[in-house]
């Protein structure tokens, strides 16, 4: 069983960064891409951003430019770094690894104030 644990999150003025990382019980080379989701209060979860084991990249549009994904493969983790902070990017942020089926994290919260 995969688990991913993710952790980072906290309480930001608008304007401000933080970086979220997942760490994954497994070689995360052998999942055939990572993501962040993220899920504000009273609205779906949406997909933020992708990498896929060749490192190739796709963003949200909301989040183009300021938020960058990458992967450590030696540390078995992925990482988010959020620049420009809006109070719209708060929501709880979940990462998730994908093989024959796709696996999540327990989320981590971000909130930040206006």
């Known amino acids: 069983q995969v688990q991913l644990v993710e952790s980072g999150g906290g309480l930001v003025q608008a304007g401000e960064s933080l970086r979220l990382s997942c760490v994954a019980s497994t070689n995360i080379r052998t999942f055939n891409s990572m993501a962040w989701h993220r899920q504000a209060p009273g609205k779906q979860r949406e997909l933020v951003a992708i990498?896929?084991?060749?490192?190739?990249?796709n963003y949200a549009n909301s989040v183009k430019g300021r938020f960058t994904i990458s992967r450590d493969n030696a540390k078995n983790t992925l990482y988010l770094q959020m620049n420009s902070l809006k109070p719209e990017d708060t929501a709880v942020y979940y990462c998730?690894?994908?093989?024959?089926?796709?696996?999540w994290g327990q989320g981590t919260q971000v909130t930040v104030s206006s």
């Open positions: 990498i896929s084991t060749t490192g190739s990249t």
């Open positions: 998730s690894a994908e093989t024959f089926r796709t696996f």
